[in-house]
Antibody, heavy 123, light 107 residues
Framework: QVQLVQSGAEVKKPGASVKLSCKASGYTFTKYYMHWLRQAPGQGLEWMGIINPSGDSTIYAETLQGRVTMSRDTSTSTVYMELSSLRSEDTAVYYC????????????????WGQGTLVTVSS | DIQMTQSPSTLSASVGDRVTITCRASQSISSWLAWYQQKPGKAPNLLMFDASTLQSGVPSRFSGSGSGTEFTLTISSLQPGDFATYYCQQYKSYPYTFGQGTKLEIK
């Protein structure tokens, strides 16, 4: 069965960077895009960006441009999201999410999600 | 960016009630809309896509309608497990955006 298993909680100081991982299993990793989203405490969902199956193309939310980097390692079926220059406003649960794919076409909804990783930014 | 606005923000209802949640887009998104249910401490769970297509395994008491800029999610007869927060999401264009959520509470 499809599983997306994310790395554990992180506590970081303002100005630091954090790199989260999302290990996929149960499907052909090299065929699928992956998205990252986040949810601040008590808030709604914010889309952060997407990485293509080969890892050579990304689209990031404009609000995060310059601070976010997504990458992937096909040898371990793992996707990474690194966020730099952390601020208190970056405190959130971060999710990886897989888009639906059928007959060679990717769609915009997310049918599988990781369990989430809490990142706390505090001095 | 396309803004998504849900109403109400909170909805109090009882088991067996029929409830409707509304989601409005700031511009036409055709039927490029999904609905998710989220319970505390859990990732969102897909309920509906293309505005009205039920995800496999989701009970038929959930239904969706709408196109363009106005959409609704209806639960025909609330069950205890339905008390959660619901989000709409547009996928017409990047950045994908979500409504602020509707918390469905037990009356």
């Amino acid at each position: 069965q499809v599983q997306l298993v994310q790395s554990g909680a992180e506590v970081k100081k303002p100005g630091a960077s954090v790199k989260l991982s999302c290990k996929a299993s149960g499907y052909t990793f090299t065929k699928y895009y992956m998205h990252w989203l986040r949810q601040a405490p008590g808030q709604g969902l914010e889309w952060m960006g997407i990485i293509n199956p080969s890892g050579d193309s990304t689209i990031y939310a404009e609000t995060l441009q310059g601070r976010v980097t997504m990458s992937r390692d096909t040898s371990t079926s793992t996707v990474y999201m690194e966020l730099s220059s952390l601020r208190s406003e970056d405190t959130a649960v971060y999710y990886c999410a897989r888009p639906y794919f059928n007959d060679g076409v990717f769609y915009g909804w997310f049918d599988f999600w990781g369990q989430g990783t809490l990142v706390t930014v505090s001095s | 960016d396309i803004q998504m606005t849900q109403s109400p923000s909170t909805l109090s209802a009882s088991v067996g009630d029929r409830v409707t949640i509304t989601c409005r887009a700031s511009q036409s998104i055709s039927s490029w809309l999904a609905w998710y249910q989220q319970k505390p401490g859990k990732a969102p769970n897909l309920l509906m896509f293309d505005a009205s297509t039920l995800q496999s395994g989701v009970p038929s008491r959930f239904s969706g309608s709408g196109s363009g800029t106005e959409f609704t999610l209806t639960i025909s007869s609330l069950q205890p497990g339905d008390f959660a927060t619901y989000y709409c999401q547009q996928y017409k264009s990047y950045p994908y955006t979500f409504g602020q959520g509707t918390k469905l509470e037990i009356k």
